[in-house]
């Protein structure tokens, strides 16, 4: 079966430093491999997906993750961390390699302090 | 471009009712799918939507249904509403784009 992990519910970081938030998937075939991210009171919004070719995906509101098809891995990063990222992130793998079949991890929540 | 937009936005319903949620896509797009989302658990994958057909479907029972109209906006059906079925429920829409999310339903079943 097509999974995702997120093996931190927490992730706390102080302003101004380097964030990252892990996922690990269980996929056969290649997978689509996305990041999104969720404000209290209002939908879910993209940040990035690999598809295939460079490791090194860049998103939205200067987030990057970097696929690792040896560790399995599609880790979160950015390099400074602001307050206004604090929020729930939710990695998700596509089974069918498609934008909107997606199943999702269970969420960091991601905590900047100043 | 009005996105997504679902309604209701919040709805209470009781134990063994039957429940419709609506979805009207992003301009432009054509295939919608729904998800559940549990307090504290990540979105579980409905159904998805395609040319008023569903295409995929996840690990639900049958007493979730749903249908899309020619103008591309969707309808979720869940019917013998369970405790269980409390949840936030997004829909998505994307045409050869990542997704985008509406704000979500609120069912709460008492």
């Known amino acids: 079966a097509q999974s995702v992990a997120q093996p931190e519910d927490q992730v706390n970081v102080a302003e101004g430093n380097p964030l990252t938030v892990k996922c690990t998937y269980s996929?056969?075939?290649?997978?689509?491999l996305f990041w999104y991210v969720q404000y209290p009171n209002r939908g879910l919004q993209f940040l990035l997906k690999y598809i295939t070719g460079d490791n090194l995906v860049k998103g939205s509101y200067g987030f990057e993750a970097e696929f690792n098809k040896s560790q399995t891995s599609f880790h979160l990063k950015k390099p400074s961390a602001l307050v206004s990222d604090s929020a729930l992130y939710f990695c998700?793998?596509?089974?069918?390699?498609?934008?909107?079949?997606?199943?999702f991890g269970a969420g960091t929540r991601l905590t900047v302090k100043p | 471009d009005a996105g997504v937009t679902q309604s209701p936005t919040h709805l209470i319903k009781t134990r063994g009712q039957q429940v419709t949620l609506r979805c009207s896509p992003k301009?432009?797009?054509?295939?919608v799918s729904w998800y559940q989302q549990a307090l504290g658990q990540g979105p579980q994958f409905i159904f998805q939507y395609y040319e008023e057909e569903e295409r995929q479907r996840g690990n639900f029972p049958d007493r979730f249904s749903g249908h899309q109209f020619p103008n591309y906006s969707s309808e979720l059906n869940v019917n013998a509403l369970l405790l269980g079925d409390s949840a936030l429920y997004l829909c998505?829409?994307?045409?050869?784009?990542?997704?985008?999310f509406g704000q979500g339903t609120r069912l709460t079943v008492v």
């Open positions: 996929v056969s075939g290649n997978p689509y």
């Open positions: 998700a793998v596509s089974p069918l390699g498609t934008d909107n079949d997606m199943r």
């Open positions: 301009s432009g797009h054509d295939t």
């Open positions: 998505a829409s994307s045409r050869f784009t990542e997704a985008f």
